[in-house]
């Protein structure tokens, strides 16, 4: 029926993009000006941190993947459902998913899950450590490509490297990031992050490559940078070293619930501001009708 599908619209349409969305022409237009690029991880929080970095005029929000505790078919059941819930709160801001790495096995399977993730309304997708045979088919078949090098998030860099660790300390290592990004480019990628590597390295990549390079962890000259929602809001038990915490959000919902149960508590809360009063005269049938019950 009309108007069951939460992604779409039952009034036809000739784009399912909003113009005021940032789509990656516009990401493009900010590295093309030399105008950084802000970009937020809502990590395990919900699409309300992602509509307030909306609200705030943050261009690019990294979603991670829908459920990583879940098995990943299952995850990949839910993205649509989960992405769209992110973009019906945040109409703006460049969705960028982060694929589970499940969805992009083979070119095909790239393909169709990238252009599922378009549908929910993503405007990029990430699929972590992809192969340049895959990521040419999907970026070559109309799927907004944005990638990652350097240290890559994830189980992959437990096979790579030995652990989530910072690479491309010597020169040939870092010549392998550097590769690794000119061949994405090349490929079809539109933009990338680059991770946990030395200042040197973002700095060379980010102003040879023609497409935005984002900054995680990299410091250095590069087109923007990203912070995870919990680390801005200082939520890590250890704080990441190259993260800045922006504030204390526990502290704030703590005091928050604590003064409101307090009023409760102490009468306080509610008050006869907080409710409405029945009729004088319906009040009276009332208690009537509740006598003869």
């Not at 113009?19 to 093309?32: E, N």
């Not at 020169?171 to 990031?177: F, G, M, Q, S």
């Not at 922006?246 to 009023?263: I, R, S």
Request: glycine content about 8%; hydrophobic content about 40%.
């Amino acid at each position: 029926m009309p108007g069951e599908n939460p992604y779409f619209s039952p009034i036809p349409k000739m784009s399912l993009a909003d113009r005021s969305r940032k789509t990656i022409a516009y990401l493009q237009k900010l590295k093309d000006e030399g105008t950084p690029i802000v970009q937020h991880c809502p990590s395990m929080l919900g699409p309300v941190f992602t509509m307030a970095a909306n609200m705030a005029g943050v261009d690019i929000c990294r979603l991670p993947p829908s459920d990583t505790a879940r098995d990943p078919e299952e995850a990949v059941k839910r993205s649509m459902e989960y992405i769209g819930s992110h973009r019906a709160l945040a109409p703006q801001i460049h969705i960028n998913y982060v694929m589970e790495t499940v969805s992009h096995v083979s070119p095909y399977e790239g393909l169709k899950h990238g252009a599922r993730a378009h549908q929910a309304g993503a405007d990029s997708v990430l699929p972590m450590g992809i192969n340049n045979e895959v990521l040419k088919y999907m970026a070559d078949n109309y799927v907004v490509v944005y990638g990652h090098v350097g240290a890559i998030s994830g189980w992959q860099t437990m096979g790579a490297f030995g652990g989530y660790k910072r690479i491309g300390k010597t020169a040939e290592e870092a010549l392998k990031v550097y590769k690794m990004a000119y061949e994405y480019q090349e490929n079809g990628m539109k933009c990338m992050s680059i991770e946990l590597v030395p200042i040197e390295v973002s700095n060379t990549v980010a102003k040879k490559m023609r497409v935005p390079v984002i900054g995680i962890a990299a410091g250095g000259a590069c087109d923007g940078s990203e912070m995870v929602d919990a680390d801005t809001f200082d939520l890590m038990a250890s704080p990441a070293s190259h993260a800045k915490q922006y504030a204390n959000f526990m502290e704030f919902a703590v005091g928050a619930y604590g003064a409101w149960a307090n009023d409760v508590r102490t009468g306080v809360y509610p008050t006869d501001e907080n409710g409405t009063h029945m009729d004088e005269q319906e009040l009276e049938k009332f208690l009537d009708l509740v006598d003869k019950v």
